[in-house]
T-cell receptor
Framework: DAGVTQSPTHLIKTRGQHVTLRCSPI?????VSWYQQVLGQGPQFIFQ???????GRGNFPDRFSARQFPNYSSELNVNALLLGDSALYLC?????????????FGQGTRLTVV | AQSVAQPEDQVNVAEGNPLTVKCTYS??????LFWYVQYPNRGLQFLLK??????LVKGSYGFEAEFNKSQTSFHLKKPSALVSDSALYFC????????????FGAGTTVTVRA
């Protein structure tokens, strides 16, 4: 079975540009979460979506947005990129049902802003 | 707000010796605790979780963790470490069944020398 897949694996953007990161959850999983991992730190929560509805948002500026599609895949969008947005962006999927709380992560997208 | 502390940035052990990675947590409700491992330039890999039940939890690759409510700890252990266990380990917590996000510690780098 395929795990969580993210694309692209790496990309380089210029300050002020826009970026879209993509995530496909494990088959049957209806919840997708996004995390930002800056070098040397633990992942920080950005968003969670369940059944196409935003369930939660972390302490990130409005430049960050996301959505979930009917097939449960998800996109993370970041506008007006700053140097500080350089990080590994991780997507995690879970069943999303009460009683099941295990999140499974993809390999991440390494974003470098220059 | 919930939080996780991993008091050791680095843990160094010899192959075949016991390995312990420490984690303490703070939540307002019942803690849902997780351990993940991250290899270089990869995403997070789930090792084990504690939701309820026995305080000693067994997980993947011979790892186990002990939940201690009075000490608010969830230490990761392996009786006999392998060189291939060298990686970055993260402890994470959810604050009860209605918490949708994982809060991570800063991570502990484990180095197992041959």
């Amino acid at each position: 079975d395929a795990g969580v897949t993210q694309s692209p694996t790496h990309l380089i953007k210029t300050r002020g540009q826009h970026v879209t990161l993509r995530c496909s959850p494990i088959s049957g999983h209806k919840s997708v979460s996004w995390y930002q991992q800056v070098l040397g730190q633990g992942p920080q929560f950005i968003f969670q979506y369940y059944e196409k509805e935003e369930r939660g948002r972390g302490n990130f500026p409005d430049r960050f947005s996301a959505r979930q599609f009917p097939n449960y895949s998800s996109e993370l969008n970041v506008n007006a990129l700053l140097l500080g947005d350089s990080a590994l962006y991780l997507c995690a999927s879970s069943l999303g049902r009460t009683g099941d709380y295990t999140a499974f992560f993809g390999q991440g997208t390494r974003l470098t802003v220059v | 707000a919930q939080s996780v502390a991993q008091p050791e940035d680095q843990v160094n052990v010899a192959e075949g010796n016991p390995l312990t990675v420490k984690c303490t947590y703070s939540v307002s409700g019942n803690p849902y605790l997780f351990w993940y491992v991250q290899y270089p330039n990869r995403g997070l890999q789930f090792l084990l979780k504690y939701i309820t039940g026995d305080n000693l939890v067994k997980g993947s690759y011979g790892f186990e963790a002990e939940f201690n409510k009075s000490q608010t700890s969830f230490h990761l252990k392996k009786p006999s470490a392998l060189v291939s266990d060298s990686a970055l380990y993260f402890c994470a917590v959810r604050d009860g069944p209605n918490d949708y996000k994982l809060s991570f510690g800063a991570g502990t780098t484990v180095t197992v020398r041959a």
